[in-house]
C-alpha cells in the first residue's frame, strides 16, 4: 500500500536550503507548498501547482523553515549552577574549572535522573523548532560514568560525542597525563561503542595541542569522527589541529589569528559558532563576517549546558548573532540549518529537497528573518520530525 502523503501548502515563505529550487543561498520560495510521503520531502515547489495528497495543512501564509540542527550540547548532567551564573554577572570571569560543580552531581545521580534531565531538554529545544540534536558526555570523568552518560544519550539521539577530555577529573587535577592515558585508554575503550564523535577541550585549562592531538587520534583509530573545542577563551592550536585532522568541525572559533582563518577557508572543517556561551559569559564575541568573508563554512549551535551557556533556544542564538557578530538574518538562518547539518556532516536534514527527512516547523510570521527581528518572542507554532507533527500550538 502507498505511503499517505501530507501537503502543507500556502506557506508564505519557505527556507528550502537549496539555492537550486529558489532565491538565493537559501532557496527561498513564495507561496509554496511542500509534499511529505513516508518521512521523507517528496517535492516543494509553488503553491499553485501543489500535487494531490491524502492530507493537507493550511500554513496561512506562516513561513516555513528547516528544522534546526543544534551541532553542539551538552545535556547528559545533573545539578544547578545558578550561584556561579550569579557571581559571574556580578564581575567573575568564567573559566573551565567550573565544569567540576557539575561533575559532582552528575556522578551522585541515577540514570533515570540523567535521563529525565536529557528528555526534558530534548523536548524543549524541539517546541523550538530542533529537530536534530548532537550532545556530549563529559560530565562523568571516569570509564563508567562516561560510558553511562553515552549508553543515555545514544539511546535518546542520533548524534552523540565521546567528551572525556573535557577537564582532567579532580583525581587527575596532578597528573593531566595521567588522566590522558586514561582517555585515550580504558574509558575510550567503555565509550566507543556507544558514539560516533570524539571531541576534546583544547584550551587553557583543559587540554593543550599534544593532548587534545593524543585523544582525538586515539578516537580516530577506534572509528570515531572527531570535533574539537577550539580557540574560545585563548588563541591556541585548537583550529589547526582540528583542520590538520579532518575534523567535522571547530567550535567556539572566538580568537582566530589570519592562519587560523586561512586554515578554516582551506579545509573542510565547520567554524561551529556559540553566541549563547558569550552572552551567559560577557566575553567577546566571535566575528562571524571575518570568517564569512573568508569563505569559511559557518554553524550556529547553542552550546546548551548548564554552566556557561544555559539556553537550547536556537532562534535565539539566531538573533544575538545577527545583532553581535555581523551575520544577515539569511546568513544566520542558513548557519542554524544547513550549517549545522555540515558540522555534523549531514545531507539528509538542514534542507527541505525531494529526499530530505521531512523535519520542519512553521512561524508565526511571514518571512525567517522575524527570527532576527523579533528576538525572545516564541515564534514557532508547529513542528513536523520525520514526517510526524510533533509540535503544535
Request: charged share 20%; net charge negative; hydrophobic share 40%.
Given at each position: 500500500m502507498a505511503a499517505a502523503t501530507t501537503l502543507i501548502r500556502d506557506?508564505?515563505?519557505l527556507v528550502t536550503g537549496d539555492p537550486e529550487l529558489g532565491?538565493?543561498?537559501?532557496g527561498l520560495l513564495r507561496r509554496a507548498a511542500v509534499l511529505i510521503e513516508d518521512g521523507r520531502v517528496a517535492w516543494v515547489g509553488p503553491d499553485a501547482g501543489a500535487p494531490a495528497a491524502d492530507a493537507?495543512?493550511?500554513?496561512?501564509?506562516?513561513?516555513?523553515?528547516?528544522?534546526?540542527?543544534?551541532?553542539?550540547?551538552?545535556?547528559?548532567?545533573?545539578?544547578?549552577?545558578?550561584?556561579?551564573?550569579n557571581a559571574r554577572m556580578s564581575g567573575r570571569a568564567y573559566t573551565a574549572g567550573g565544569i567540576r560543580t557539575t561533575v559532582a552531581a552528575t556522578r551522585a545521580a541515577s540514570d533515570a535522573e540523567l535521563a529525565a534531565t536529557l528528555d526534558r531538554y530534548v523536548r524543549?529545544?524541539?517546541r523550538q523548532g530542533t529537530t536534530t540534536l548532537e550532545t556530549k558526555s563529559g560530565y562523568g570523568l571516569t570509564p563508567q560514568e562516561e560510558a553511562r552518560a553515552l549508553r543515555i544519550a545514544a539511546a535518546r539521539l542520533e548524534e552523540v560525542t565521546y567528551l572525556g577530555a573535557h577537564v582532567a577529573a579532580p583525581e587527575y587535577a596532578d597528573d593531566v597525563a595521567g588522566y590522558v592515558d586514561l582517555v585515550t585508554g580504558p574509558m575510550l575503550d567503555a565509550c566507543a561503542p556507544h558514539a560516533r564523535w570524539v571531541d576534546v577541550f583544547c584550551e587553557r585549562g583543559a587540554f593543550d595541542g599534544d593532548q587534545a592531538r593524543a585523544v582525538l587520534t586515539a578516537g580516530m583509530a577506534r572509528g570515531l569522527q572527531p570535533r574539537v573545542h577550539a580557540n574560545q577563551l585563548t588563541y591556541g592550536p585548537g583550529v589547526q589541529l582540528a583542520v590538520e585532522?579532518?575534523?567535522?568541525s571547530a567550535d567556539h572559533c572566538t580568537h582566530l589569528t589570519d592562519a587560523d582563518v586561512a586554515a578554516l577557508a582551506d579545509g573542510e572543517t565547520v567554524a561551529t559558532l556559540l553566541p549563547g556561551c558569550e552572552f551567559s559569559t560577557r566575553a567577546e564575541y566571535p566575528d562571524a563576517r571575518r570568517l564569512l568573508d573568508a569563505g569559511v563554512t559557518v554553524a550556529l549551535s547553542t552550546d546548551c549546558n548548564p554552566g556557561s551557556s544555559f539556553?537550547?533556544?536556537?532562534?535565539?542564538?539566531?538573533?544575538?548573532?545577527?545583532?553581535?557578530?555581523?551575520?544577515?538574518?539569511?546568513?544566520?538562518?542558513?548557519?542554524?540549518?544547513?550549517?549545522?547539518?555540515?558540522?555534523?556532516?549531514?545531507?539528509?536534514?538542514?534542507?527541505?529537497?525531494?529526499g530530505s527527512r521531512a523535519d520542519l516547523m512553521l512561524l508565526d510570521a511571514p518571512s525567517h528573518v522575524h527570527l532576527a527581528y523579533r528576538p525572545g518572542v516564541p515564534l514557532v507554532t508547529d513542528v513536523w520530525q520525520g514526517g510526524a507533527r510533533v509540535v503544535h500550538r
Amino acid at each position: 500500500m502507498a505511503a499517505a502523503t501530507t501537503l502543507i501548502r500556502d506557506i508564505g515563505t519557505l527556507v528550502t536550503g537549496d539555492p537550486e529550487l529558489g532565491e538565493g543561498p537559501l532557496g527561498l520560495l513564495r507561496r509554496a507548498a511542500v509534499l511529505i510521503e513516508d518521512g521523507r520531502v517528496a517535492w516543494v515547489g509553488p503553491d499553485a501547482g501543489a500535487p494531490a495528497a491524502d492530507a493537507a495543512h493550511d500554513a496561512g501564509g506562516r513561513a516555513c523553515l528547516p528544522g534546526f540542527v543544534d551541532s553542539h550540547s551538552h545535556l547528559v548532567f545533573a545539578g544547578d549552577r545558578t550561584e556561579e551564573f550569579n557571581a559571574r554577572m556580578s564581575g567573575r570571569a568564567y573559566t573551565a574549572g567550573g565544569i567540576r560543580t557539575t561533575v559532582a552531581a552528575t556522578r551522585a545521580a541515577s540514570d533515570a535522573e540523567l535521563a529525565a534531565t536529557l528528555d526534558r531538554y530534548v523536548r524543549e529545544a524541539l517546541r523550538q523548532g530542533t529537530t536534530t540534536l548532537e550532545t556530549k558526555s563529559g560530565y562523568g570523568l571516569t570509564p563508567q560514568e562516561e560510558a553511562r552518560a553515552l549508553r543515555i544519550a545514544a539511546a535518546r539521539l542520533e548524534e552523540v560525542t565521546y567528551l572525556g577530555a573535557h577537564v582532567a577529573a579532580p583525581e587527575y587535577a596532578d597528573d593531566v597525563a595521567g588522566y590522558v592515558d586514561l582517555v585515550t585508554g580504558p574509558m575510550l575503550d567503555a565509550c566507543a561503542p556507544h558514539a560516533r564523535w570524539v571531541d576534546v577541550f583544547c584550551e587553557r585549562g583543559a587540554f593543550d595541542g599534544d593532548q587534545a592531538r593524543a585523544v582525538l587520534t586515539a578516537g580516530m583509530a577506534r572509528g570515531l569522527q572527531p570535533r574539537v573545542h577550539a580557540n574560545q577563551l585563548t588563541y591556541g592550536p585548537g583550529v589547526q589541529l582540528a583542520v590538520e585532522l579532518g575534523a567535522a568541525s571547530a567550535d567556539h572559533c572566538t580568537h582566530l589569528t589570519d592562519a587560523d582563518v586561512a586554515a578554516l577557508a582551506d579545509g573542510e572543517t565547520v567554524a561551529t559558532l556559540l553566541p549563547g556561551c558569550e552572552f551567559s559569559t560577557r566575553a567577546e564575541y566571535p566575528d562571524a563576517r571575518r570568517l564569512l568573508d573568508a569563505g569559511v563554512t559557518v554553524a550556529l549551535s547553542t552550546d546548551c549546558n548548564p554552566g556557561s551557556s544555559f539556553t537550547s533556544s536556537m532562534s535565539f542564538c539566531i538573533a544575538v548573532a545577527v545583532r553581535e557578530m555581523g551575520m544577515t538574518p539569511d546568513e544566520a538562518v542558513w548557519s542554524a540549518t544547513v550549517g549545522g547539518a555540515a558540522a555534523l556532516r549531514r545531507e539528509d536534514v538542514g534542507r527541505l529537497r525531494p529526499g530530505s527527512r521531512a523535519d520542519l516547523m512553521l512561524l508565526d510570521a511571514p518571512s525567517h528573518v522575524h527570527l532576527a527581528y523579533r528576538p525572545g518572542v516564541p515564534l514557532v507554532t508547529d513542528v513536523w520530525q520525520g514526517g510526524a507533527r510533533v509540535v503544535h500550538r
